[in-house]
Protein backbone atom coordinates (compact mmCIF):
# COMPACT_ATOMS: atom_id res chain seq x y z
CA UNK A 1 0.00 0.00 0.00
CA UNK A 2 2.79 2.47 0.45
CA UNK A 3 3.42 2.38 -3.29
CA UNK A 4 0.56 4.35 -3.98
CA UNK A 5 0.97 6.70 -1.36
CA UNK A 6 1.11 9.64 -3.83
CA UNK A 7 -2.83 8.78 -4.00
CA UNK A 8 -3.31 10.52 -0.92
CA UNK A 9 -2.27 13.77 -2.50
CA UNK A 10 -3.21 12.74 -5.91
CA UNK A 11 -7.26 12.47 -4.83
CA UNK A 12 -7.63 15.77 -3.10
CA UNK A 13 -5.48 17.79 -5.76
CA UNK A 14 -7.76 16.33 -8.59
CA UNK A 15 -10.95 17.38 -6.55
CA UNK A 16 -9.51 20.66 -6.08
CA UNK A 17 -8.69 21.04 -9.71
CA UNK A 18 -12.25 19.46 -11.23
CA UNK A 19 -14.18 21.83 -8.44
CA UNK A 20 -11.87 25.26 -8.81
CA UNK A 21 -12.18 24.51 -12.57
CA UNK A 22 -15.28 23.47 -13.45
CA UNK A 23 -17.14 23.75 -10.30
CA UNK A 24 -19.03 26.85 -11.52
CA UNK A 25 -21.08 24.60 -14.27
CA UNK A 26 -21.84 22.13 -12.43
CA UNK A 27 -24.62 21.25 -10.12
CA UNK A 28 -24.06 21.81 -6.03
CA UNK A 29 -24.26 18.22 -5.66
CA UNK A 30 -22.08 17.11 -8.35
CA UNK A 31 -19.54 19.77 -6.49
CA UNK A 32 -20.16 18.18 -3.42
CA UNK A 33 -19.74 14.08 -4.41
CA UNK A 34 -16.47 15.47 -6.10
CA UNK A 35 -15.03 17.34 -3.12
CA UNK A 36 -16.29 14.82 -0.28
CA UNK A 37 -15.70 11.72 -2.47
CA UNK A 38 -11.63 13.23 -2.85
CA UNK A 39 -11.21 13.33 0.68
CA UNK A 40 -12.78 10.16 1.43
CA UNK A 41 -10.01 8.06 -0.94
CA UNK A 42 -7.70 9.66 0.46
CA UNK A 43 -8.61 8.44 3.53
CA UNK A 44 -9.19 4.91 2.83
CA UNK A 45 -5.47 4.66 1.46
CA UNK A 46 -4.05 6.24 4.56
CA UNK A 47 -5.53 3.49 6.59
CA UNK A 48 -4.42 1.04 4.56
CA UNK A 49 -0.96 2.49 4.70
CA UNK A 50 -1.17 2.53 8.48
CA UNK A 51 -2.42 -0.95 8.81
CA UNK A 52 0.39 -2.32 6.21
CA UNK A 53 2.98 -0.11 8.92
CA UNK A 54 1.78 -1.93 11.63
CA UNK A 55 2.17 -5.02 10.36
CA UNK A 56 5.77 -4.19 9.60
CA UNK A 57 8.34 -5.10 11.63
CA UNK A 58 10.21 -1.99 13.59
CA UNK A 59 13.28 -1.73 11.06
CA UNK A 60 11.02 -1.45 8.12
CA UNK A 61 8.58 0.76 9.11
CA UNK A 62 10.24 3.93 7.24
CA UNK A 63 10.13 4.08 3.59
CA UNK A 64 11.06 7.08 0.86
CA UNK A 65 9.00 7.04 -2.35
CA UNK A 66 10.31 8.90 -5.26
CA UNK A 67 8.01 10.42 -7.38
CA UNK A 68 10.13 12.13 -9.98
CA UNK A 69 12.90 14.28 -9.84
CA UNK A 70 11.53 18.03 -9.30
CA UNK A 71 14.64 20.51 -9.21
CA UNK A 72 18.15 20.13 -10.72
CA UNK A 73 20.55 22.58 -10.89
CA UNK A 74 24.20 21.00 -11.58
CA UNK A 75 24.75 18.58 -8.50
CA UNK A 76 21.70 19.93 -6.69
CA UNK A 77 19.01 17.59 -7.29
CA UNK A 78 15.62 17.76 -5.00
CA UNK A 79 13.07 14.93 -5.75
CA UNK A 80 9.10 15.16 -5.19
CA UNK A 81 9.72 12.07 -2.63
CA UNK A 82 7.60 11.23 0.21
CA UNK A 83 8.69 9.79 3.70
CA UNK A 84 6.30 7.38 5.29
CA UNK A 85 6.92 6.50 8.75
CA UNK A 86 5.15 6.42 12.05
CA UNK A 87 4.61 10.11 12.64
CA UNK A 88 3.18 10.96 8.92
CA UNK A 89 0.94 7.74 8.90
CA UNK A 90 -0.48 9.15 12.04
CA UNK A 91 -1.08 12.31 10.36
CA UNK A 92 -2.26 11.62 7.63
CA UNK A 93 -4.57 9.36 8.81
CA UNK A 94 -5.62 12.38 11.45
CA UNK A 95 -5.70 15.22 8.51
CA UNK A 96 -8.13 12.93 5.82
CA UNK A 97 -10.46 11.25 8.28
CA UNK A 98 -11.25 14.35 10.49
CA UNK A 99 -11.06 16.55 7.11
CA UNK A 100 -13.54 14.12 5.41
CA UNK A 101 -16.27 14.47 8.00
CA UNK A 102 -15.56 18.35 8.26
CA UNK A 103 -16.58 17.92 4.00
CA UNK A 104 -19.09 15.82 4.88
CA UNK A 105 -20.65 18.51 7.26
CA UNK A 106 -20.11 21.25 4.82
CA UNK A 107 -22.55 20.05 2.10
CA UNK A 108 -25.28 20.96 4.57
CA UNK A 109 -23.83 24.05 6.09
CA UNK A 110 -23.07 25.61 3.12
CA UNK A 111 -25.97 24.61 1.09
CA UNK A 112 -26.90 27.43 -0.98
CA UNK A 113 -24.06 29.53 -0.73
CA UNK A 114 -22.62 31.22 -4.06
CA UNK A 115 -19.22 30.10 -3.64
CA UNK A 116 -20.20 26.67 -3.20
CA UNK A 117 -17.59 24.60 -5.51
CA UNK A 118 -15.06 27.58 -4.94
CA UNK A 119 -15.01 26.75 -1.42
CA UNK A 120 -14.70 22.90 -2.20
CA UNK A 121 -12.05 23.45 -4.27
CA UNK A 122 -10.26 25.62 -1.57
CA UNK A 123 -10.59 22.80 1.35
CA UNK A 124 -9.80 20.10 -1.10
CA UNK A 125 -6.72 22.09 -1.93
CA UNK A 126 -5.60 22.58 1.99
CA UNK A 127 -6.22 19.37 2.51
CA UNK A 128 -3.40 18.47 -0.38
CA UNK A 129 -1.00 21.05 0.40
CA UNK A 130 -1.09 19.73 4.80
CA UNK A 131 -0.87 16.26 3.38
CA UNK A 132 1.80 17.16 1.09
CA UNK A 133 3.69 19.05 4.22
CA UNK A 134 3.47 16.26 6.61
CA UNK A 135 4.47 13.65 3.85
CA UNK A 136 7.41 15.70 2.42
CA UNK A 137 11.07 13.79 2.62
CA UNK A 138 12.71 17.17 2.81
CA UNK A 139 12.22 20.75 3.99
CA UNK A 140 11.98 22.10 -0.15
CA UNK A 141 8.83 19.64 -0.52
CA UNK A 142 7.71 20.46 3.11
CA UNK A 143 7.93 24.12 2.20
CA UNK A 144 5.32 24.12 -0.56
CA UNK A 145 2.88 22.67 1.67
CA UNK A 146 3.79 24.76 4.01
CA UNK A 147 3.22 28.17 2.47
CA UNK A 148 0.10 26.36 0.62
CA UNK A 149 -2.21 25.56 3.51
CA UNK A 150 -1.08 29.66 4.61
CA UNK A 151 -2.73 30.50 1.02
CA UNK A 152 -5.81 28.45 1.72
CA UNK A 153 -6.17 30.06 4.83
CA UNK A 154 -6.15 33.29 3.15
CA UNK A 155 -8.83 31.98 0.99
CA UNK A 156 -10.86 30.66 3.29
CA UNK A 157 -10.96 33.06 5.91
CA UNK A 158 -11.53 35.45 2.97
CA UNK A 159 -14.02 33.50 1.14
CA UNK A 160 -16.90 35.48 1.78
CA UNK A 161 -15.01 38.88 0.21
CA UNK A 162 -17.50 40.54 -0.08
CA UNK A 163 -17.69 42.00 3.60
CA UNK A 164 -14.24 44.05 3.92
CA UNK A 165 -14.49 42.36 7.41
CA UNK A 166 -13.74 39.17 6.26
CA UNK A 167 -11.55 39.74 3.64
CA UNK A 168 -9.56 41.71 6.60
CA UNK A 169 -9.19 38.81 8.40
CA UNK A 170 -7.83 36.79 5.60
CA UNK A 171 -5.22 39.05 5.39
CA UNK A 172 -4.31 39.62 8.32
CA UNK A 173 -3.27 35.69 8.82
CA UNK A 174 -2.13 35.78 5.74
CA UNK A 175 0.76 38.44 6.54
CA UNK A 176 1.40 37.38 9.94
CA UNK A 177 2.06 34.56 8.32
CA UNK A 178 4.10 35.34 6.39
CA UNK A 179 6.18 37.01 9.19
CA UNK A 180 6.61 33.25 10.51
CA UNK A 181 7.96 31.99 7.33
CA UNK A 182 10.41 34.40 7.23
CA UNK A 183 11.96 32.97 10.02
CA UNK A 184 11.49 29.16 9.52
CA UNK A 185 12.95 30.19 5.69
CA UNK A 186 16.11 31.54 6.79
CA UNK A 187 16.23 28.36 9.10
CA UNK A 188 16.08 25.91 6.63
CA UNK A 189 19.04 27.97 4.33
CA UNK A 190 21.18 27.61 7.44
CA UNK A 191 20.68 24.13 7.27
CA UNK A 192 22.03 23.95 3.90
CA UNK A 193 24.91 26.33 4.68
CA UNK A 194 25.55 23.98 7.33
CA UNK A 195 24.72 20.56 6.27
CA UNK A 196 24.94 20.62 2.38
CA UNK A 197 21.63 19.03 2.34
CA UNK A 198 17.88 19.43 2.80
CA UNK A 199 16.66 16.19 3.39
CA UNK A 200 14.74 15.35 6.52
CA UNK A 201 17.29 11.89 6.84
CA UNK A 202 20.37 12.93 5.96
CA UNK A 203 20.35 16.13 7.88
CA UNK A 204 19.56 14.36 11.35
CA UNK A 205 22.39 11.99 10.59
CA UNK A 206 24.54 14.51 9.94
CA UNK A 207 23.47 16.87 12.86
CA UNK A 208 24.45 13.44 14.96
CA UNK A 209 27.90 14.10 14.41
CA UNK A 210 27.65 18.23 15.23
CA UNK A 211 28.22 19.69 18.23
CA UNK A 212 25.27 20.05 20.94
CA UNK A 213 24.22 23.34 21.67
CA UNK A 214 26.21 25.51 19.67
CA UNK A 215 25.08 28.84 18.17
CA UNK A 216 24.63 27.39 14.38
CA UNK A 217 22.54 25.02 16.21
CA UNK A 218 20.34 27.14 18.74
CA UNK A 219 19.93 29.20 15.75
CA UNK A 220 18.62 26.70 13.58
CA UNK A 221 15.71 25.41 16.06
CA UNK A 222 14.55 29.00 17.21
CA UNK A 223 14.56 29.91 13.28
CA UNK A 224 12.32 26.92 12.60
CA UNK A 225 10.28 27.86 15.97
CA UNK A 226 9.55 31.62 14.61
CA UNK A 227 7.89 29.81 11.97
CA UNK A 228 5.93 27.47 13.64
CA UNK A 229 4.70 30.18 16.08
CA UNK A 230 3.15 32.08 13.26
CA UNK A 231 1.68 28.76 11.92
CA UNK A 232 0.06 27.53 15.30
CA UNK A 233 -0.97 30.97 16.41
CA UNK A 234 1.11 31.05 19.51
CA UNK A 235 2.56 34.36 21.57
CA UNK A 236 3.59 36.87 19.87
CA UNK A 237 1.94 35.85 16.02
CA UNK A 238 -1.51 34.58 17.79
CA UNK A 239 -3.77 37.56 16.26
CA UNK A 240 -4.54 36.27 13.48
CA UNK A 241 -6.48 33.23 14.65
CA UNK A 242 -8.98 35.02 16.66
CA UNK A 243 -9.98 37.57 13.48
CA UNK A 244 -10.25 34.16 11.64
CA UNK A 245 -13.56 33.42 13.40
CA UNK A 246 -14.69 35.52 10.47
CA UNK A 247 -14.83 32.47 7.87
CA UNK A 248 -17.29 29.76 7.96
CA UNK A 249 -17.50 27.39 11.18
CA UNK A 250 -16.41 24.23 9.33
CA UNK A 251 -13.22 26.27 7.68
CA UNK A 252 -12.15 26.94 11.15
CA UNK A 253 -12.73 23.59 12.43
CA UNK A 254 -10.55 22.23 9.35
CA UNK A 255 -7.76 24.82 9.38
CA UNK A 256 -7.54 24.66 13.66
CA UNK A 257 -7.31 20.90 14.01
CA UNK A 258 -6.31 19.22 10.37
CA UNK A 259 -4.04 21.82 8.14
CA UNK A 260 -2.84 24.88 8.98
CA UNK A 261 -2.46 25.20 12.76
CA UNK A 262 -1.29 21.63 13.34
CA UNK A 263 1.70 22.09 10.72
CA UNK A 264 3.38 24.22 13.52
CA UNK A 265 3.83 21.53 15.84
CA UNK A 266 4.49 18.65 13.32
CA UNK A 267 7.36 20.63 11.79
CA UNK A 268 9.14 20.61 15.72
CA UNK A 269 8.11 17.31 16.07
CA UNK A 270 9.65 16.04 12.63
CA UNK A 271 12.41 18.21 13.37
CA UNK A 272 13.08 17.37 17.02
CA UNK A 273 16.85 15.87 16.46
CA UNK A 274 17.90 19.37 16.14
CA UNK A 275 16.29 20.65 18.69
CA UNK A 276 17.42 17.77 20.89
CA UNK A 277 21.11 19.33 20.17
CA UNK A 278 19.99 22.67 21.10
CA UNK A 279 18.65 21.98 24.81
CA UNK A 280 18.04 26.02 25.02
CA UNK A 281 15.32 25.67 22.25
CA UNK A 282 13.40 23.21 24.10
CA UNK A 283 13.02 25.63 26.89
CA UNK A 284 11.89 28.61 24.64
CA UNK A 285 9.57 25.56 23.42
CA UNK A 286 8.25 25.36 26.90
CA UNK A 287 8.40 28.60 28.26
CA UNK A 288 6.67 29.83 25.07
CA UNK A 289 3.58 26.80 24.73
CA UNK A 290 2.97 27.91 29.14
CA UNK A 291 2.84 31.26 28.70
CA UNK A 292 0.50 30.96 25.33
CA UNK A 293 -1.50 28.40 26.99
CA UNK A 294 -2.28 30.74 30.34
CA UNK A 295 -2.98 34.25 28.22
CA UNK A 296 -5.32 32.66 25.75
CA UNK A 297 -7.41 30.65 28.48
CA UNK A 298 -7.69 34.04 30.51
CA UNK A 299 -9.24 35.77 27.22
CA UNK A 300 -11.73 32.97 26.82
CA UNK A 301 -12.65 33.77 30.51
CA UNK A 302 -14.94 36.07 29.42
CA UNK A 303 -15.44 36.56 25.98
CA UNK A 304 -19.09 36.52 24.69
CA UNK A 305 -18.75 35.59 20.64
CA UNK A 306 -18.84 31.86 20.50
CA UNK A 307 -16.59 31.50 18.09
CA UNK A 308 -13.78 33.78 19.86
CA UNK A 309 -14.15 31.63 22.81
CA UNK A 310 -12.93 28.49 21.05
CA UNK A 311 -10.32 30.66 19.03
CA UNK A 312 -9.01 31.32 22.49
CA UNK A 313 -9.18 28.05 23.24
CA UNK A 314 -7.52 26.29 20.30
CA UNK A 315 -4.42 28.65 21.13
CA UNK A 316 -4.45 27.63 24.84
CA UNK A 317 -4.52 24.05 23.64
CA UNK A 318 -1.65 24.39 20.68
CA UNK A 319 0.19 25.19 24.00
CA UNK A 320 0.10 22.28 25.80
CA UNK A 321 1.70 20.83 22.41
CA UNK A 322 4.24 23.26 22.71
CA UNK A 323 4.59 22.41 26.43
CA UNK A 324 4.74 18.70 25.78
CA UNK A 325 7.32 19.12 22.87
CA UNK A 326 9.60 21.60 25.59
CA UNK A 327 9.24 18.71 27.84
CA UNK A 328 11.04 16.32 25.46
CA UNK A 329 7.68 14.41 25.32
CA UNK A 330 6.77 14.39 21.48
CA UNK A 331 4.80 11.52 21.41
CA UNK A 332 2.49 13.21 24.56
CA UNK A 333 2.27 16.14 22.05
CA UNK A 334 1.16 14.13 19.14
CA UNK A 335 -0.76 12.07 21.15
CA UNK A 336 -2.71 15.25 22.23
CA UNK A 337 -2.59 16.95 18.89
CA UNK A 338 -4.90 13.66 17.94
CA UNK A 339 -7.47 13.66 20.36
CA UNK A 340 -7.61 17.58 19.74
CA UNK A 341 -8.25 17.39 16.38
CA UNK A 342 -11.35 15.27 17.36
CA UNK A 343 -13.12 17.93 20.46
CA UNK A 344 -11.88 20.94 18.51
CA UNK A 345 -13.47 19.88 15.46
CA UNK A 346 -16.59 18.91 17.09
CA UNK A 347 -16.61 22.40 18.71
CA UNK A 348 -16.37 24.33 15.71
CA UNK A 349 -18.63 22.35 13.73
CA UNK A 350 -21.21 22.54 16.72
CA UNK A 351 -20.73 25.96 16.83
CA UNK A 352 -21.22 26.23 12.96
CA UNK A 353 -24.85 24.25 14.14
CA UNK A 354 -25.71 27.05 16.41
CA UNK A 355 -24.73 29.72 14.56
CA UNK A 356 -27.11 27.80 11.34
CA UNK A 357 -29.67 27.77 13.71
CA UNK A 358 -29.86 31.25 14.92
CA UNK A 359 -29.39 32.76 11.35
CA UNK A 360 -25.98 33.81 11.97
CA UNK A 361 -25.79 35.55 15.53
CA UNK A 362 -22.73 34.16 17.95
CA UNK A 363 -22.98 36.41 21.15
CA UNK A 364 -23.70 33.91 23.91
CA UNK A 365 -25.62 36.58 25.78
CA UNK A 366 -28.06 36.07 23.10
CA UNK A 367 -28.99 32.72 23.62
CA UNK A 368 -29.95 29.92 25.97
CA UNK A 369 -32.54 27.36 26.09
CA UNK A 370 -30.84 25.33 22.89
CA UNK A 371 -30.22 22.15 24.66
CA UNK A 372 -34.39 20.75 24.06
CA UNK A 373 -34.19 22.95 20.52
CA UNK A 374 -31.08 21.26 19.40
CA UNK A 375 -30.63 18.43 20.87
CA UNK A 376 -27.94 16.56 18.57
CA UNK A 377 -26.17 19.48 18.80
CA UNK A 378 -25.91 19.74 22.78
CA UNK A 379 -25.09 16.19 23.14
CA UNK A 380 -22.21 16.11 21.49
CA UNK A 381 -21.14 19.68 22.13
CA UNK A 382 -20.82 18.17 26.14
CA UNK A 383 -18.84 15.77 24.87
CA UNK A 384 -16.57 17.70 23.38
CA UNK A 385 -16.91 20.22 26.52
CA UNK A 386 -15.62 16.89 28.53
CA UNK A 387 -13.16 16.29 26.71
CA UNK A 388 -11.28 19.31 25.88
CA UNK A 389 -11.82 20.09 29.89
CA UNK A 390 -10.29 16.73 30.69
CA UNK A 391 -12.65 15.03 32.58
CA UNK A 392 -11.68 11.22 33.41
CA UNK A 393 -12.48 8.39 30.56
CA UNK A 394 -12.74 11.24 27.39
CA UNK A 395 -9.84 11.19 25.32
CA UNK A 396 -8.87 15.03 26.24
CA UNK A 397 -7.68 13.75 29.66
CA UNK A 398 -5.65 11.00 28.61
CA UNK A 399 -3.69 13.49 26.25
CA UNK A 400 -3.23 15.71 29.16
CA UNK A 401 -2.30 14.04 31.75
CA UNK A 402 0.38 12.36 29.80
CA UNK A 403 1.45 15.88 29.15
CA UNK A 404 1.44 17.15 31.94
CA UNK A 405 3.00 13.60 34.11
CA UNK A 406 6.00 14.27 31.22
CA UNK A 407 6.49 17.12 32.55
CA UNK A 408 7.01 16.33 35.41
CA UNK A 409 8.98 13.55 35.17
CA UNK A 410 11.18 15.37 33.04
CA UNK A 411 11.73 17.66 35.66
CA UNK A 412 9.99 20.76 34.23
CA UNK A 413 7.84 21.54 37.24
CA UNK A 414 6.94 24.78 35.59
CA UNK A 415 4.58 22.77 32.87
CA UNK A 416 2.91 20.45 34.91
CA UNK A 417 1.62 23.31 37.05
CA UNK A 418 1.06 25.79 34.24
CA UNK A 419 -0.93 23.04 31.86
CA UNK A 420 -2.90 22.09 35.69
CA UNK A 421 -4.22 25.78 36.42
CA UNK A 422 -4.73 25.93 32.78
CA UNK A 423 -6.99 23.08 32.52
CA UNK A 424 -9.37 24.66 35.45
CA UNK A 425 -9.17 27.64 33.28
CA UNK A 426 -9.93 25.72 30.30
CA UNK A 427 -13.12 23.81 32.13
CA UNK A 428 -14.61 26.64 33.71
CA UNK A 429 -14.93 28.71 30.32
CA UNK A 430 -16.12 25.99 28.58
CA UNK A 431 -18.97 25.14 30.90
CA UNK A 432 -19.61 28.80 31.13
CA UNK A 433 -19.96 28.64 27.12
CA UNK A 434 -21.93 25.47 27.33
CA UNK A 435 -24.41 26.97 30.23
CA UNK A 436 -25.14 30.33 28.43
CA UNK A 437 -25.57 28.70 25.26
CA UNK A 438 -27.86 25.89 26.29
CA UNK A 439 -29.48 26.65 29.36
CA UNK A 440 -31.77 29.45 30.98
CA UNK A 441 -34.47 31.49 28.66
CA UNK A 442 -33.78 32.55 25.45
CA UNK A 443 -32.44 35.70 25.18
CA UNK A 444 -32.48 36.58 21.76
CA UNK A 445 -34.06 38.31 19.58
CA UNK A 446 -33.66 37.29 15.86
CA UNK A 447 -35.40 33.86 16.38
CA UNK A 448 -37.99 32.64 18.47
CA UNK A 449 -37.82 29.45 20.27
CA UNK A 450 -40.11 27.45 18.44
CA UNK A 451 -38.62 28.25 14.88
CA UNK A 452 -35.13 27.17 16.21
CA UNK A 453 -34.65 23.47 14.15
CA UNK A 454 -31.54 21.16 14.69
CA UNK A 455 -29.21 20.66 11.49
CA UNK A 456 -30.00 18.58 8.86
CA UNK A 457 -28.24 14.73 9.10
CA UNK A 458 -25.50 16.28 6.61
CA UNK A 459 -24.33 18.42 9.59
CA UNK A 460 -25.32 16.22 12.41
CA UNK A 461 -23.85 12.70 11.30
CA UNK A 462 -20.29 14.34 11.48
CA UNK A 463 -20.87 15.69 14.83
CA UNK A 464 -22.34 12.42 16.09
CA UNK A 465 -19.63 10.53 14.95
CA UNK A 466 -16.55 13.30 16.28
CA UNK A 467 -18.57 12.49 19.49
CA UNK A 468 -17.82 8.99 19.24
CA UNK A 469 -14.15 9.89 18.87
CA UNK A 470 -13.91 12.48 21.20
CA UNK A 471 -15.02 9.99 23.97
CA UNK A 472 -12.97 7.26 22.64
CA UNK A 473 -10.04 8.72 20.46
CA UNK A 474 -7.88 8.51 23.86
CA UNK A 475 -7.84 4.84 24.16
CA UNK A 476 -5.18 4.37 21.50
CA UNK A 477 -2.61 6.12 24.07
CA UNK A 478 -4.21 5.08 27.59
CA UNK A 479 -0.76 4.13 29.62
CA UNK A 480 -0.35 1.16 31.48
CA UNK A 481 -1.29 2.62 34.73
CA UNK A 482 -4.75 3.41 33.54
CA UNK A 483 -4.93 -0.24 32.27
CA UNK A 484 -4.13 0.79 28.64
CA UNK A 485 -0.79 -0.49 26.30
CA UNK A 486 0.34 3.23 25.61
CA UNK A 487 -0.17 1.78 21.46
CA UNK A 488 0.14 5.20 19.72
CA UNK A 489 3.16 6.22 22.19
CA UNK A 490 5.30 2.65 21.18
CA UNK A 491 3.90 3.05 17.59
CA UNK A 492 5.54 6.43 17.69
CA UNK A 493 8.87 5.76 19.65
CA UNK A 494 11.56 4.74 17.11
CA UNK A 495 10.53 7.96 15.45
CA UNK A 496 11.41 9.90 18.63
CA UNK A 497 14.07 8.14 19.52
CA UNK A 498 17.43 10.63 20.86
CA UNK A 499 20.94 9.20 20.90
CA UNK A 500 21.24 11.30 24.08
CA UNK A 501 20.04 10.16 27.67
CA UNK A 502 17.52 11.95 28.89
CA UNK A 503 16.79 12.70 32.36
CA UNK A 504 13.71 11.09 33.89
CA UNK A 505 12.42 11.32 37.47
CA UNK A 506 10.94 8.01 38.23
CA UNK A 507 7.91 7.80 40.87
CA UNK A 508 5.56 5.23 42.13
CA UNK A 509 2.23 4.73 40.76
CA UNK A 510 0.75 5.92 44.23
CA UNK A 511 2.37 9.16 43.06
CA UNK A 512 1.34 9.44 39.65
CA UNK A 513 -2.10 8.62 40.84
CA UNK A 514 -2.28 11.64 43.34
CA UNK A 515 -0.94 13.67 39.78
CA UNK A 516 -3.77 12.91 38.14
CA UNK A 517 -6.16 13.44 41.41
CA UNK A 518 -5.21 17.01 41.16
CA UNK A 519 -5.59 17.83 37.90
CA UNK A 520 -9.08 16.50 37.77
CA UNK A 521 -10.09 18.23 41.63
CA UNK A 522 -8.85 21.13 39.72
CA UNK A 523 -10.63 20.62 36.74
CA UNK A 524 -14.17 19.85 39.01
CA UNK A 525 -13.42 23.30 40.42
CA UNK A 526 -13.34 24.85 37.34
CA UNK A 527 -16.94 23.15 36.33
CA UNK A 528 -18.16 23.98 39.53
CA UNK A 529 -17.34 27.40 39.57
CA UNK A 530 -19.22 27.88 36.20
CA UNK A 531 -22.52 26.18 37.41
CA UNK A 532 -22.39 28.65 41.03
CA UNK A 533 -22.03 31.89 38.23
CA UNK A 534 -23.97 31.13 35.58
CA UNK A 535 -26.87 28.19 36.85
CA UNK A 536 -27.02 28.82 40.51
CA UNK A 537 -26.07 33.09 40.82
CA UNK A 538 -26.83 34.15 37.80
CA UNK A 539 -25.75 37.84 39.01
CA UNK A 540 -22.40 36.94 40.48
CA UNK A 541 -20.46 37.24 37.07
CA UNK A 542 -21.59 40.99 37.29
CA UNK A 543 -20.65 41.65 40.82
CA UNK A 544 -17.06 40.20 40.11
CA UNK A 545 -16.43 42.31 36.91
CA UNK A 546 -17.58 45.14 39.09
CA UNK A 547 -15.42 44.25 41.85
CA UNK A 548 -12.44 43.53 39.82
CA UNK A 549 -13.32 46.28 37.08
CA UNK A 550 -9.69 46.59 35.54
CA UNK A 551 -8.55 43.34 35.26
CA UNK A 552 -12.14 42.33 33.61
CA UNK A 553 -11.38 45.88 31.41
CA UNK A 554 -7.69 44.11 30.35
CA UNK A 555 -9.36 40.83 29.79
CA UNK A 556 -12.29 41.84 27.90
CA UNK A 557 -10.28 43.63 25.58
CA UNK A 558 -8.02 40.81 24.94
CA UNK A 559 -4.75 42.90 26.79
CA UNK A 560 -5.11 45.52 24.46
CA UNK A 561 -2.50 43.47 22.05
CA UNK A 562 -3.88 44.06 18.83
CA UNK A 563 -4.58 47.57 19.72
CA UNK A 564 -0.38 48.08 20.50
CA UNK A 565 0.20 46.21 17.29
CA UNK A 566 -1.69 48.76 15.26
CA UNK A 567 0.12 52.05 16.97
CA UNK A 568 3.89 50.16 17.15
CA UNK A 569 3.40 48.04 13.76
CA UNK A 570 0.46 48.95 11.27
CA UNK A 571 0.41 52.07 11.78
CA UNK A 572 4.36 53.06 11.31
CA UNK A 573 4.84 50.73 8.44
CA UNK A 574 1.41 52.15 6.20
CA UNK A 575 2.42 55.76 6.89
CA UNK A 576 5.99 54.31 6.33
CA UNK A 577 5.27 52.81 2.83
CA UNK A 578 3.11 55.83 1.77
CA UNK A 579 5.74 58.08 2.67
CA UNK A 580 8.16 56.10 0.33
CA UNK A 581 5.61 56.13 -2.38
CA UNK A 582 5.01 59.75 -2.66
CA UNK A 583 8.74 60.15 -2.23
CA UNK A 584 9.50 57.17 -5.39
CA UNK A 585 6.47 57.72 -7.19
CA UNK A 586 5.60 61.46 -6.97
CA UNK A 587 9.19 62.36 -5.88
CA UNK A 588 11.93 60.46 -8.25
CA UNK A 589 9.95 58.84 -10.90
CA UNK A 590 7.52 61.92 -11.44
CA UNK A 591 10.56 64.07 -11.45
CA UNK A 592 12.40 61.83 -13.60
CA UNK A 593 9.71 61.89 -16.29
CA UNK A 594 9.18 65.33 -16.53
CA UNK A 595 12.90 65.98 -16.53
CA UNK A 596 13.63 63.65 -19.39
CA UNK A 597 10.49 65.27 -21.20
CA UNK A 598 11.65 68.77 -20.52
CA UNK A 599 15.00 67.76 -21.99
CA UNK A 600 13.41 66.27 -25.03
CA UNK A 601 11.63 69.86 -25.56
CA UNK A 602 14.95 71.66 -25.23
CA UNK A 603 16.83 69.46 -27.75
CA UNK A 604 13.92 69.67 -30.37
CA UNK A 605 13.29 73.20 -30.10
CA UNK A 606 17.00 73.59 -30.44
CA UNK A 607 17.30 71.95 -33.66
CA UNK A 608 14.27 73.97 -34.45
CA UNK A 609 15.74 77.17 -34.08
CA UNK A 610 19.34 75.89 -35.90
CA UNK A 611 17.06 74.97 -39.50
CA UNK A 612 14.83 78.41 -39.00
Not at 106 to 127: I, K
Not at 395 to 415: D, M, N, Q, R
Not at 466 to 471: A, Q
Request: a positive charge; one cysteine or more.
Amino acid sequence: MVDYICLILLFPLIGAGVNGLFGHKLSEKTVGIIGCSAIGLSFLVAGGVMIQLVGLPLAERRAEVTLFTWLLAGDFRIPLALLVDQLSGVMILVISGVGFLIHIYSLGYMHGDRGFSRYFAWMNLSVFFMLLLVLGNSFPISLVGWEGVGLCSYLLIGLWYEDPAKAAAGKKAFIVGRIGDCGLIIGVLLIFATFKTLNYVAVFELAGSYPGNSGVMIAIALLLFVGAVGKSAQLPLYVWLPDATAGPPPVLALLTTTTMVPAGVYMVARTHPLYELAPVSLTVLLVVGGLTAIYAASIALVQNDIRRVLAYATISQLGYMFMACGAGAYAAGIFHLTTYAFFNALLFLGVGSIIHALGGDGDIRQMGELKKHLPITFWTFLVAALAISGIPGFSGFFSKVEILWKSLSGGHPYGWAVGTVVAGMTSFYMFRLLYLTFYGDFRGKKKAPEHIQESPPSMGVPLILLGVLSLFGGLGGLRKLLGGGDWLGRFLAPVFESPGVRHRVYHTSGFEFLIMGIFVFVVLVGIALAYLMYRKAPELPQKAASKFRLAYHILYNKYFVDEIYNVVVAQPVVKGSNWLLRWVDDGAINKSVMLMASGVVLILGYFILQVL
